[in-house]
């Protein structure tokens, strides 16, 4: 029976490999570049954009749209993701039902969960978490932050440590942060709460009101 199971294991690899291999080099033929073993696991129906550059272990996962000449680095993962043109994922990054705008920076180590929206030009760096949230155009969220639930204006930045704080143990509530403001280190923002643009927010600070 063990042996039946082997076998039956054995064939699904092969098989799975053979899929895989006609998927990559489909992917090459259209332009795509693979730049090193682990190969990419990439499911059937993946779109990825002429001149993509994709590196080891990455996984593109679902319904997945890649721009074109997107750099997605090693062992990263993307399920169910839109990413448009230009923008560079580094390493370890996992970004799930989540778009992502032109000529954004996200990573390495940065988390997208679903409903988070990057507009253009937007960084989303090391140990940043972002869910159910709009990033406009411009924002900077670069290092150690959460921002759940948040709208978040263009060209603001927020500093390392910062955190919207969604959920009051029964409901979940919303931030909305305007363009241009400046949101300092280790804030804690308590929902629902409204910054209006152009804020500058010392480092620290906990809002609880307008």
């Not at 169910?80 to 705008?101: C, H, P, Q, W």
Request: proline fraction near 3%; charge should be negative.
């Amino acid at each position: 029976m063990e042996s039946e199971k082997l076998i039956e294991l054995q064939d699904n690899l092969l098989k799975r490999e053979a899929e895989q291999k006609k998927i990559l080099l489909h992917h090459l033929a259209a332009g795509v570049q693979f730049t090193a073993a682990p190969w990419p696991v990439i499911d059937e129906g993946v779109k990825i954009g002429q001149g993509t550059v994709i590196g080891p272990g990455v996984i593109l996962a679902g319904n997945t749209e890649i721009g074109e000449n997107v750099t997605i680095e090693g062992y990263s993962s993307l399920k169910n993701m839109v990413v448009a043109a230009g923008t560079y994922i580094r390493a370890f990054s996992y970004l799930e039902d989540a778009k992502v705008g032109e000529s954004c920076q996200i990573g390495p180590y940065s988390r997208l969960r679903p409903g988070a929206e990057c507009g253009e030009n937007v960084h989303v760096g090391n140990f940043v978490e972002i869910k159910n949230s709009h990033l406009a155009a411009g924002v900077k969220a670069n290092h150690l932050s959460y921002l759940g639930d948040s709208d978040i204006g263009a060209k603001t930045n927020i500093g390392a440590g910062t955190i919207t704080c969604n959920y009051d143990g029964e409901k979940k509530h919303r931030t909305s942060i305007g363009a241009g403001c400046f949101i300092g280190s280790n804030s804690t923002i308590v929902a629902p709460l409204i910054i209006h643009e152009g804020a500058y927010i010392g480092a620290g600070s906990t809002l609880t009101s307008e």
